[in-house]
């Protein structure tokens, strides 16, 4: 039997190891699509044969679900992402941010997660006017690090999983939450799977998994 | 790796089959654009040509809703055939084919409406017929035009990519073809593979393009000889 | 076969309007002055040309009407089965001779050509130029294979615009020859500039002056009528007393005199001021 | 929707100039392409040809990669101009030009190797220079190549996705064009933004279409006597 | 004005080989079968054939070295300052006969062409076409057009391959008068395949066949060897006793016999089966 997961590229990563683990550990086949939350969200909207969802937010799961497109009771906060300020060439910090004057890179605040999350950041500071015309924006937060990695951009809003799946250990700043609303991950199972038991059945192995979620540069949820 | 070759596989299999169909279908559509006095002409023209404006991921979009079981072709094609369009095969197909039309059609209309009507004349006082004229005239003069559109048909629907996204849904073996199967590498900071693959596309575009072009400049005025070309 | 043509159509600002019932036998003569409307005529009769509306046509061949504006029949060019010898040759340049030959055949859907291929060969004499490419060949070259093409295509009628022009005088005279002899199974219809030619192959002759008929006649009616009137001379030897004149001319730019015909001198004609006639004042 | 305008503006104003700046530069490399019997020949016109093949996002990820300061090419602009190529409409008309490149050679190539040498050397015999061969016969004579190129080139640039999403960084004013505009939308479930967009898109590309393509068909063919169109 | 060629090149199959060193005044006629190598020395001349390895080439003009293929000497066409008359016209069809002439006025870059304007349009007749498209014009039309653009770029030297062979013969004896004037400004190359054009218009003359010269010389030498040997003949009196034979003629494909010269006659000659020998036997 075969399984279709379709997953938010931030996490692409941290599923490949779940993925791989669950196969040795179950003998079943796990096929991995990703994309932008958004843009996946789009193809499971028109009939995009998938059986699980990992999105990068809460409100496309709480969509599908308001639609009935999710077995019932299957959504579930599978992460909590971690936002962080990174500029590789010296240790960064949020006073960083008030003298600096050229371009910093985030994830589009308008269809990615950790850009909304970064716009909070920068709003709470009083920033955001003045950075207006000065942020870059990646499609979703993957683009973001691209910018910063690539060198074309010296500053930028970062998710730590990244920063952890690239081996980057300095030169960053965990961004303290009571600057952003919480990125809560949520996953779901999507009801015109054929396969509900299994896709179930992997839902749980992640959510069990804590382990390799948390060592991947992710905060899981209270209470689980 | 295995799964770089499937998307590369699924990739060379779609451009084929895509340009096979765009080869049949456009030169009629090609001729009528060339030489219809048609008042509706151009808006045929423009209507082929709008895939081309349109942001693919548009195209795309639009083309996700019409696939849709939820509206009129997607319901219509899931009667028929019992299967959805949108991330299939064949649903790449269709997308291909209505993406790179204007490829395809464009290069035929110029070559069509470039040959010199004095052959054909020619032709039609020799007793043939519209087909055997275009057989025994039209192809053989606009061979290099037919080669161009095959080349950016073909070459086009390897690079897809906005389509694809939309329409595909990024399933291995299925619909990942490898634009897809790259941006994912990059996106998922697998650099390193992304250079081989980006690598090993670079020498299979070129080694296939040199082949094409080779082919077509061997092919190409044996007799000419002039200091004028 | 009766061929009939009338027309009254617009070629840009030239106007052709024309009637036209003549029996087809042999090799006919359309002659005219350069822009006479003699290649529109043709390409009327082969159906090449649009017809527009408010335009006139009617041709009828064999007791078949190919074309009638006012009936709305059009029968395509291809369905005629007249051939054409364009004055510009047009040959298949991707293809070799023989294969422009062979096409020709191909289309027509004959077993045998009407007159056979080795005839045609040999009597266009283009034996030596059979494997070469089209596109090398010079222009006398291209006009004779155009003509083998036509007469392999077996046409009930064969349309010639000019298609010695470009030959020397020897492909010529062999051409002529081998055209009239052909010219038993396939009637023609041919332009030419050359009076001596029009005269040798023609009979009748069709006269076109600026897209009307000015003459349609016989060979013996019409040879009069032919613009051979002038010619330049030198005169070689002159007595003012006896009213002597001796002239010196090149025979082909020369009327046919008989004796006792009437002729005009002209001192310094404005149409003629070449060194032949002006060294020696 | 002000920014949507923007948007417009910006998208038509970057393929304004990579269709002009590709005008300039295109026809003399699709010369040599058509003409020339160098052995590189071949070589050149496959990698002409390459942005054809490689996806759009591809492309732009190594754009952004050469435009890194860290890189030879994006230092060396960085001390000439002392600015950054990425992420500025600069940036985006070269990664266009790039990207446009084959859809503006491609046509004229095969305009110039159709366009008949006769006509060339009754020119070169008046003593026309080779600039004024090009002047007076072949931009007249392929007159249809180029207005194919311009457009081709125009409105690939207009659509262009991949690249521009890759080197962009959707800058409001500056980089942000229509069809990553129409994307944010699309992907922030903003459909019915979208569907005004996209409609407002088709609209204006038709109107543009129809425009240019009524103008070539009214400018051509005028003496054409003839069924054989 | 001297023009010097040595040519051995090759064009597909055919060998042009041929040494030429002639003095260029008046209209220089050259002479040759269809195939002969006319239009390839002209075009060699021209400066547009592409020269080959191997390929011997060296033409001077005037004291100037305008090829010379040991030394690695070139003159691309537009330095020549050689016009060219082609056998196909080649006007531009996107612009009008007026454009045409023009632009050859405006790209020789003289004040005044050699030649005026109204001389030229009066001496090649189009006066009544310069309004209209070069497209739309009758094949006669587009060659005199030809000419004229190719006198208004006031070259040094005219070549002229077949200028005259669409025309009718009035419009031929217009242009024959116009040409012999004007070669005394610009020196003139002149294929014809007309025997009496060569010999009214041309000195000296110039014999090729298979792409080398045969006979080289002025006009009274060469008359003699040029194709006009053979003509078709219809008996008309025939008296076996006395030998006396009467043949009718058609003058312009006639030898030009003298009293006393001995001629040859062949019964059925396979060179001629006209109808004219055959129709009565
Ligand atoms: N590019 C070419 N390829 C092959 N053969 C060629 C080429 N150019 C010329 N020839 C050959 O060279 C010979 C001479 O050609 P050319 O055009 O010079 O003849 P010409 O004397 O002008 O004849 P015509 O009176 O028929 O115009 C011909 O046999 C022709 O087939
Ligand atoms: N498509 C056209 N547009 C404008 N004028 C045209 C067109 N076709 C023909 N004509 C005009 O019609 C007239 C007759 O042309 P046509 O070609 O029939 O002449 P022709 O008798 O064959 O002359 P030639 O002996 O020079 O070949 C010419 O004056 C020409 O300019
Ligand atoms: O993983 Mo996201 O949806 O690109 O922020
Ligand atoms: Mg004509
Ligand atoms: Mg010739």
Redesign the pocket.
Known sequence: EKLTIAVAANFKHTMDELVAQFEADTGHQVTVATGSTGGLYTQILHGAPYDLFFAADAERPQLLEQRQLIEPNSRFTYAIGILTLWQPQQEPSLALLTDWSKKVSIANPKTAPYGEAAAQVLTKLGLFQQYQRRLVKGNNIVQAYQYVDSGNVELGFVSLSQLTAAGVREHYYVIPQQYYHPIEQQAVVLKRSNQLALATQFAHFVQQNKATVIAAGYRLPEGN | MSADFQALYITVKLALVTTVLLLLVSPPIAWWLAHSKNRYRTIAEALVALPLVLPPTVLGFYLLLAFSPQYFPGALWQDISGQSLAFSFTGLVIGSMIYSLPFVVQPLQSGFATLGVKELEAGATMGMSRLQRFRYIVVPMTKRSFMLAATLGFAHTMGEFGVVLMIGGNIPGETQVISIALFEHVEALEYQQAHIMAGGLMVFSMVLLLFIYGYLNRSQGKHQQTRFW | MQLTVHLDQY????R?ELQLCIKLRGIIGVF????????????AIAGLNQSAPNQLSLIKLDGNTLEDSQKKVFVEAEHRNIGFVF?DSRLFNHLTVEQNLSLAIKISQRKEPLISYQDVVQGCGIEPLLTQSAEGLSAGQRQRVAIARALLGSPKLLLL??PLAALDHDSRQHLVAFLNQVSELIPMLF?S?SVSETLTLCDPLIL?EG?RIKAIGSREQLAETLPKRRASAVVTEFDPETGKLCLDTIPDLLPEFKPGQRIGIVAEPSWLKSRELTRDD
């Not at chain 3, 070629?11 to 030239?14: A, E, I, T, V, Y």
Request: proline letters at 0%; hydrophobic letters at 35%; glycine letters at 20%.
């Open positions: 070629f840009g600002q030239f052709i005219g002055t350069s822009g006479a409307g003699k290649t529109s005529l043709f390409r004055q615009d000019e332009i500039h076109l897209g």
